[in-house]
């Protein structure tokens, strides 16, 4: 996961995608794997190619996973090959970042040759569309989320994140401390990755201080072996 410089949005490689999806969608690659680190997903919101193979081509948002359900692939059984050369060769392929075939769809070999030929991965998961899209949309909300870390103590309080702000020094690890001995519990200290998801914004701790605090006199102490 990088900032695209151009513009300051996140964005993930393709292969990044494949990697690290959830289990349940067992995306696989059927073609075009060649392009998997060179195209980027900037955009958490999923699309459909139904209307971009009917002929709106300039409805195809960049960066965007495209999708192939049961109905695209219907309508292209019904063209004939000259129609489906067109339709093909029409979408505007530099705006695709990769297309997901749902339903364990194979992709037909007029699309295969075009992936090939211009570095577009063709992806495929056993999932209906409707299900692939949610756990796709739920994923890239995560990765793509807008990101800073700040300095303070968070803590998880009767299931609400409390985050504990100051100038260094002022004791903000000890306030935590205290607050952890009758049985709050910590998330991060002194750094705190905050994220928003939606309209949340949710925090965690780097890996390397996780479930780790630093009490001036003490050193730093183990809050998970501790309590």
């Known amino acids: 996961m990088q900032p695209d410089p151009a513009n300051g949005l996140r964005k993930i490689p393709v292969a990044a995608f494949v990697a690290n999806a959830p289990g349940e969608l067992a995306v696989e690659v059927a073609a ?38 049961g109905g695209e692939m219907s309508y292209l059984t019904h063209l004939s090959k000259h129609e489906r050369d067109d339709t093909l060769r029409s979408l505007d392929i530099e705006n695709i970042c990769c297309i ?44 793509l989320a807008p990101q800073m870390t700040i300095h303070g103590v968070l803590l998880e309080m009767y299931g609400v994140g409390v985050l504990l702000i100051g100038d260094s020094g002022i004791g903000k690890s000890e306030c935590a401390l205290d607050l952890i001995t009758r049985g709050h519990r910590l998330v991060s200290d002194d750094s705190v990755l905050l994220k928003k998801i939606g309209s949340q914004v949710e925090g965690e701790s780097p890996d390397l201080t996780r479930e780790h605090l630093e009490i001036r006199g003490i050193g730093i102490v183990n809050v998970s072996d501790l309590f």
């Open 32 to 69: 075009g794997a060649h392009g998997l680190e060179k195209r980027f997903i900037i955009s958490d919101r999923i699309q459909k190619l139904g209307l971009a193979l009917a002929g709106l081509t300039t409805n195809i948002h960049s960066g965007r996973v495209q999708i192939m359900g």
């Open 100 to 143: 997901l075939f749902t339903k364990g769809l194979e992709p037909p070999g007029d699309i295969r040759a075009l992936a090939e030929e211009n570095g577009l991965p063709l992806l495929r998961t056993p999932l209906l569309s409707s299900r692939a899209i949610t756990l796709v949309t739920d994923f890239l909300q995560e990765q």
